[in-house]
């Protein structure tokens, strides 16, 4: 079966940076779409970030524009998110997911992804 393992959560201050990592295994197409996603206390799960294990293609929600850079690793089937310029709002459980049939090379619908990590913490505090 698919499985995907966030980790690198955790708490932190305001103004400091995180890395979040996502391994995946279990799949074998060459052709696929990483995504990062997140839910805020109290609120409804958003996309944060996206990229194309094709053409390296990068797609950012406007509330993290700017300050999160998604990256992937084709070689270890990893994605990764570095967190930056951290504010409270910020904190989230934040969910890797990854699309194994990608019709569009950039997208954060969430029903493009077919299989979801459990997520990790990041608490930030003030």
């Known amino acids: 079966d698919v499985q995907l393992q966030a980790s690198g959560g955790g708490l932190v201050q305001a103004g400091s940076s995180l890395r979040l990592s996502c391994s995946a295994s279990g799949f074998t197409t060459r052709d696929y779409n990483f995504g990062w996603f997140r839910q805020r206390p109290g609120k409804l799960r958003e996309g944060a970030a996206c990229?194309?294990?094709?053409?390296?293609?990068?797609y950012y929600a406007d509330s993290v524009k700017g300050r999160f850079t998604i990256s992937s690793d084709n070689a270890k089937t990893a994605v990764y998110l570095d967190l930056n310029s951290l504010v409270p709002e910020d904190t989230a459980r934040y969910y890797c997911a990854i699309d194994l049939y990608p019709s569009v090379r950039q997208t954060l619908t969430e029903g493009y992804y077919d299989y979801w990590g459990k997520g990790t913490l990041v608490t930030v505090s003030s």
């Open positions: 990229i194309s294990n094709n053409d390296g293609t990068t």
